[in-house]
């Protein structure tokens, strides 16, 4: 059983994914514009981005409302597996459009509804509310009740083609999580996986991060949310089993350096040991 973050699904060309609104859109288009003739599927890949018929925008700032340049707004969207569908970058007013399509065709007579989960990312920074503003569905047009009651959505949860929606993002700092996992002989247990986990998570997401073990056991997480979090790791996949650490409580702007031992047999378990925290403001250990 896999367990993956929201930036860890698989990432299909825009020729696969928007071959359903998109082709419709060319169509349509053509026939009143023929200079947009190039928005046939197997052009999509290029297809400029304010073409595609979904746009959220807003602006991300700091938590003391400054405006932040640089972070970049992604969609995934899609039924079970997301697929990321679009992309933008803040500007220096942190302020971004972020135009993208469907995560797979739908052929029928509603809404076409389904996940659009919009997240903001910024090296050694964090969402406040871990992008919970960004839980969103999209439609091609307005879902009737009975659509919203089937997909558990409000109205204001509800992206609409051709409509924009307003999605406002606060970033914070990180805290950094690294650390070695050995097993009850001091071996290093490598290639791995090991999940970060809390109690709340991100839209669409199972855990907070995903890593594999290095060949000296080793892992690290560069943007962890400030608060608790635990460690977890497989111990058998058939059946599967997963063990879990203790529980870390994580600062902003600290790294915390910890030894996991991986306890395998009668005693399974997850042993953690706090090796060193260190603050980054004062590069203090603690």
């Known amino acids: 059983m896999a367990r993956y973050p929201l930036h860890r699904i698989v990432v299909w060309s825009f020729a696969a994914l928007l071959v359903g609104c998109v082709e419709r859109q060319a169509h349509n288009e053509t026939e009143n514009n023929p200079d947009q003739s190039n928005l046939i599927p197997n052009e999509l890949e290029h297809a400029n981005p304010s073409q595609l018929p979904w746009c959220v925008q807003g602006r991300i700032t700091n938590g003391e409302a400054v405006p932040l340049s640089g972070v970049t707004v992604s969609a995934h969207c899609g039924m079970g597996t997301l697929m990321k569908t679009g992309e933008a970058v803040t500007d220096a007013d942190g302020r971004y459009t972020l135009n993208f399509g469907p995560g797979l065709m739908l052929i029928d007579d509603g809404a076409q509804m389904q996940v659009a989960t919009i997240s903001a990312s910024k090296s050694g920074m964090?969402?406040?509310?871990?992008?919970?503003?960004?839980?969103l569905v999209m439609a091609s047009k307005q879902p009737s009740n009975d659509e919203l009651k089937y997909w558990g959505a409000t109205?204001?949860?509800?992206?609409?083609?051709?409509?924009?929606?307003?999605?406002?993002?606060?970033?914070v700092p990180a805290a950094t999580v690294r650390g070695r996992v050995i097993d009850s002989t001091g071996a290093p247990v490598a290639n791995t996986s090991i999940w970060l986990d809390a109690d709340g998570l991100p839209p669409s997401s199972s855990v907070l991060a995903s890593a594999t073990t290095d060949e000296n056991?080793?892992?690290?997480?560069?943007?962890?949310?400030?608060?608790?979090?635990?460690?977890?790791?497989?111990?058998?996949?058939?059946?599967?089993?997963?063990?879990?650490?203790a529980k870390i409580f994580c600062d902003a702007e600290t790294a915390y350096e910890v030894e996991l031992t991986l306890q395998r047999g009668v005693a399974e378990g997850l042993d953690l040991r706090l090796m060193r925290r260190v603050a980054a403001v004062t590069g203090s250990l603690r």
């Open 126 to 135: 964090v969402e406040r509310d871990l992008c919970r503003a960004g839980d």
């Open 155 to 171: 109205p204001q949860r509800v992206v609409l083609a051709g409509t924009p929606k307003q999605v406002d993002f606060v970033m």
């Open 217 to 245: 056991g080793r892992f690290e997480y560069t943007e962890v949310p400030p608060g608790e979090v635990w460690l977890t790791m497989p111990v058998s996949t058939k059946p599967f089993r997963e063990v879990e650490s």
